[in-house]
């Protein structure tokens, strides 16, 4: 079984700030998707990026980045430039490539961007 | 465009009451999917429906019942609720429920079973 893990329940950085939040899994998997999904006080859960572990090239979209790294089953997300909208619950997530997309979640980390 | 809508988006059982949560998506997606957020917890996932006519189990099945009624409308029921399903449910869908593609969530529907 797939397990997700983000050991950083809360973070807190100033606006225009850099922020990296953490997340390693637990798969005997070669090829699988990763993701980041946000979710506001609105609760909408809204995709941020996505990365395939066959590329080694780390995934990017506008401020956010990841920073995949396979061998240590890590995938990291920074936000540069954070914004007062960035403020949200961050949850990571994978998927085995074969079969249904069935995301396995991390606990996620409460974002606070402070103006 | 409405996305994923789910009614209700809030509810108050009695144990043991019965109840259905309904999620309906006008994007034309084959694959649906219900997750459950707990507290301090990620979405887990309860069922999914990869296309119109099948079902299959998730993660955190147990005390769940689905129904694929079309290709738009995938309903989530409670037969007999317990205090452990007190939680926020949340429909999603996707173009063909494979690789990287984007699943599109609902607002939720928080549910309270006392």
Same mark, same amino acid.
């Given at each position: 079984?797939?397990?997700?893990?983000?050991?950083?329940?809360?973070?807190?950085?100033?606006?225009? =700030?850099?922020?990296?939040?953490?997340?390693?899994?637990?798969?005997?998997?070669?090829?699988?998707?990763?993701?980041?999904?946000?979710?506001?006080?609105?609760?909408?859960?809204?995709?941020? #990026?996505?990365? =395939?572990?066959?590329?080694?090239?780390?995934?990017? =979209? $506008?401020?956010?980045?990841? $920073?995949?790294?396979?061998?240590?089953?890590?995938?990291?997300?920074? #936000?540069?430039?954070?914004?007062?909208?960035?403020?949200?619950?961050?949850?990571?997530?994978?998927?085995? #490539?074969?079969?249904?997309?069935?995301?396995?979640?991390?606990?996620?980390?409460?974002?606070? #961007? $402070?103006? | 465009?409405?996305?994923?809508?789910?009614?209700?988006?809030?509810?108050?059982?009695?144990?043991?009451?019965?109840?259905?949560?309904?999620?309906?998506?006008?994007?034309?997606?084959?694959?649906?999917?219900?997750?459950?957020?707990?507290?301090?917890?990620?979405?887990?996932?309860?069922?999914?429906?990869?296309?119109?006519?099948?079902?299959?189990?998730?993660?955190?099945?147990?005390?769940?019942?689905?129904?694929?009624?079309?290709?738009?409308?995938?309903?989530?029921?409670?037969?007999?609720?317990?205090?452990?399903?007190?939680?926020?449910?949340?429909?999603?869908?996707?173009?063909?429920?494979?690789?990287?593609?984007?699943?599109?969530?609902?607002?939720?529907?928080?549910?309270?079973?006392?």
């Amino acid at each position: 079984a797939q397990t997700v893990t983000q050991s950083q329940p809360e973070m807190s950085v100033q606006e225009a =700030e850099t922020v990296t939040l953490s997340c390693t899994y637990d798969t005997s998997e070669s090829n699988y998707y990763l993701f980041w999904y946000k979710q506001p006080p609105s609760r909408q859960m809204i995709l941020v #990026i996505r990365q =395939e572990a066959y590329k080694q090239q780390n995934a990017t =979209e $506008n401020r956010f980045s990841v $920073n995949f790294q396979k061998a240590a089953k890590s995938f990291s997300l920074k #936000i540069s430039d954070s914004q007062l909208g960035d403020t949200a619950m961050y949850f990571c997530a994978f998927t085995i #490539i074969q079969g249904a997309q069935k995301l396995v979640f991390g606990q996620g980390t409460r974002l606070t #961007i $402070n103006p | 465009n409405a996305g994923v809508t789910q009614t209700p988006k809030f509810q108050v059982l009695k144990t043991g009451q019965s109840m259905t949560l309904q999620c309906a998506q006008d994007m034309n997606h084959n694959s649906m999917y219900w997750y459950r957020q707990d507290p301090g917890m990620g979405l887990r996932l309860i069922y999914y429906s990869a296309s119109e006519g099948t079902t299959d189990k998730g993660e955190v099945p147990n005390g769940y019942n689905v129904s694929r009624l079309n290709k738009r409308e995938f309903s989530l029921r409670l037969e007999s609720a317990a205090p452990s399903q007190t939680s926020v449910y949340f429909c999603a869908s996707s173009e063909r429920g494979r690789g990287l593609e984007t699943q599109y969530f609902g607002p939720g529907t928080r549910l309270l079973v006392l």
